[in-house]
């Protein structure tokens, strides 16, 4: 793939904790993590990392272990990230947010060894675990009174295919499902993504996204293979994202459309004020057209990249950051190395500008669902003639001539009315440009509702219909306009799809 940033390192497939320590050797003294209470340079988040190894070793943690991680985002994720790693270890990272009906589940699932949790979130563990629970605040002067000090205790060895990483992400079933992530995936879907975006050692990467979220996870990664700086932004108010950004020296800031967009608007309401960040980057939903013009207007000279990818595979294309202005609409082109596929209802590849699936081929495919051999089957199929592992998203799109990629929406987000195909994504990207609408939800129609629409502004109904109406063709217009104030969002900031269905039902 075109793209990649100039003199960019050879991809991998290797170890995780292999990232750190050639970051390590590479520059000892840099600055690697920081939050509210203070950094680590590279050599120390090292140390920190063997004396976690240690730490989980005492404890009998051993190859294959599943150990639960249930932290806000503090720095010591860093060096357990790849202090688990180093055991050989499976790291189950998790929202200190999630609630106990599904949080019962999950360590059910997973079985860990034990759990690592801190204030409230870990008294809840507590009450559900049968295993060991320990509070950060409580063993973390034990892990650094271990760093510097010889190994008490033999390597482990660990190989590429082992598995590095348990996801948990939800989907259409009602508990939360792993994703199975081996070191050699996870390592050569991080250097692809960073051989497009170009994570240097100048840069700072703002990180709110939670580390359970894969997004924020990566940004570890990221932040390794560039030798650059991780802030931690942790749990905040909104209102002081952007003095955070502007004070930490950010110049790479994740984003999700929530977060986005109250970027943006905090830099509206005080212009000339916002930080020299250089990168916006994007996953989770599409960026509204109107927030990416925010932020170029807000931001002079910042990238802001669009990208799309799924848990499962971690990402599947990214636009080449040079490019952001161009090709409006598109997700960008296949990670390097990987390749993309439009197939219709039988598997058959599809012409360019034809919408069918998305599937995804390569080395950044993760190897299924942990525990769960019928999802992971129908998900993760076979090449018919090579016999590769291909994902089949159950997203839908299509390819331009280029080899770019533009999203149409989920299986479950595309749907006939009035003998129309469409899907939610072009009605929602349409009520996104109508000035004054922060954010928009379109609920696909069922038995017992037809097309409707929910936007976060303060206009009415009736307007934001109208506006539609020069918008859209008829059938695509729906039937009905709920205004909230506010979204109620994901524990991963996204908007939460299910909370506005039940709305609709509670007022029927």
Not at 98 to 124: C, N, Q, W, Y
Not at 311 to 318: D, F, G, P
Not at 364 to 381: C, E, F, H, K, S
Request: net charge negative.
């Amino acid at each position: 793939m075109d793209g990649l940033i100039p003199g960019a390192p050879p991809l991998r497939s290797d170890l995780i904790h292999n990232l750190l320590d050639d970051a390590a050797a590479a520059r000892p003294v840099d600055a690697a993590v920081r939050d509210s209470r203070g950094g680590w340079d590279y050599r120390r988040v090292e140390e920190l990392s063997h004396a976690f190894d240690g730490w989980l070793a005492d404890r009998g943690v051993g190859h294959g272990d599943r150990v639960i991680v249930q932290l806000p985002n503090r720095r010591e994720m860093v060096p357990i990230v790849y202090g688990v790693s180093r055991r050989g270890a499976v790291l189950v990272p998790l929202n200190p947010g999630m609630k106990p009906f599904h949080l019962r589940s999950v360590l059910e699932d997973s079985g860990p060894a034990l759990v690592i949790g801190s204030g409230e979130s870990g008294e809840t563990v507590r009450d559900l675990a049968t295993v060991p629970v320990h509070d950060i605040d409580d063993i973390w002067a034990e892990v650094e009174e271990l760093a510097g000090r010889p190994a008490g205790h033999e390597p482990v060895k660990v190989v590429p295919e082992d598995v590095a990483i348990l996801i948990y992400t939800s989907g259409s079933t009602a508990a939360p499902k792993a994703v199975v992530c081996p070191h050699a995936r996870v390592t050569y879907a991080a250097s692809a993504i960073n051989a497009v975006l170009g994570y240097r050692p100048d840069d700072v990467v703002f990180c709110r996204p939670p580390m359970s979220f894969d997004y924020g996870l990566y940004q570890i990664f990221l932040s390794a293979l560039g030798h650059a700086e991780l802030v931690l932004a942790g749990d905040g108010p909104d209102l002081v994202l952007l003095a955070q950004i502007r004070d930490c020296g950010a110049t790479v800031v994740p984003v999700v459309p929530s977060l986005g967009s109250m970027i943006a608007t905090l830099a509206r309401r005080a212009p000339g004020s916002a930080p020299a960040v250089r990168m916006f980057t994007n996953t989770g939903a599409a960026l509204p057209a109107a927030t990416i013009d925010s932020l170029h207007e807000s931001f002079p000279g910042a990238r802001v990249v669009r990208m799309y990818g799924i848990t499962e595979c971690k990402r599947v294309t990214i636009m080449e950051p040079e490019l952001d202005r161009e090709r409006p609409g598109a997700s960008g082109r296949a990670l390097p190395g990987t390749r993309v596929l439009i197939l219709d209802g039988e598997g058959r590849p599809l012409p360019a500008g034809e919408v069918g699936e998305i599937v995804v081929a390569g080395p950044n495919v993760m190897a299924g669902y942990w525990r769960d051999p019928a999802l992971t089957a129908r998900a993760y199929r076979p090449d018919p003639e090579t016999g590769e592992a291909r994902l089949h998203t159950g997203d839908y799109g299509r390819l331009d001539e280029d080899g770019y990629l533009y999203f149409q929406g989920r299986r479950d987000d595309m749907f006939k009315r009035k003998g129309t195909r469409m899907s939610t994504v072009e009605i929602e990207a349409a009520a996104m440009d109508i000035p004054g609408v922060r954010a928009a939800v379109a609920l696909p129609p069922d038995e017992n509702r037809d097309l409707v629409v929910f936007v976060e502004s303060d206009l009415a109904p009736h307007a934001v219909l109208r506006e539609l109406a020069l918008r859209l063709e008829p059938p695509k217009v729906p039937a009905a306009c709920h205004v909230l104030e506010k979204f109620p969002l994901t524990l991963n900031g996204k908007n939460e799809r299910k909370r506005l269905t039940l709305l609709l039902e509670d007022a029927r």
